[in-house]
Nanobody
Framework: QVQLVESGGGSVQTGGSLRLTCAASGFTFSIYAMSWYRQPPGKERELVAAIGSLGDTTDYADSVKGRFTITRNDDRNMVYLQMDSLKPEDTAVYSC??????????WGRGTPVTVSS
């Protein structure tokens, strides 16, 4: 059974940090590109950060560049999102995504992040 389980969300003040974790199981994690998406209240879901299957390429939304860092650990089947210098506009539900080059995609249920001013 495929599972992506996010954790690490919570409430922080502006300027604070959080580290999100996505634990994967039920598929060959190392051959999937992994991403973090977020959906702010009342808005569309957007891509936050992505990392290639080899871990050698990363991509970030302009709004988080320099503040967020995505990494992966293929030995533990985990992907992380380190979020620093958080802003109120980072408030959203953050979800983990696994994508295979064939088009197969898996999603986690998400973890909420609230940043207060």
């Amino acid at each position: 059974q495929v599972q992506l389980v996010e954790s690490g969300g919570g409430s922080v003040q502006t300027g604070g940090s959080l580290r999100l974790t996505c634990a994967a199981s039920g598929f060959t994690f190392s051959i999937y590109a992994m991403s973090w998406y977020r959906q702010p209240p009342g808005k569309e879901r957007e891509l936050v950060a992505a990392i290639g299957s080899l871990g050698d390429t990363t991509d970030y939304a302009d709004s988080v560049k320099g503040r967020f860092t995505i990494t992966r650990n293929d030995d533990r089947n985990m992907v992380y999102l380190q979020m620093d210098s958080l802003k109120p506009e980072d408030t959203a539900v953050y979800s983990c995504n696994a994508r295979h080059y064939s088009g197969l995609v898996y999603w986690g249920r998400g973890t909420p992040v609230t940043v207060s001013s």
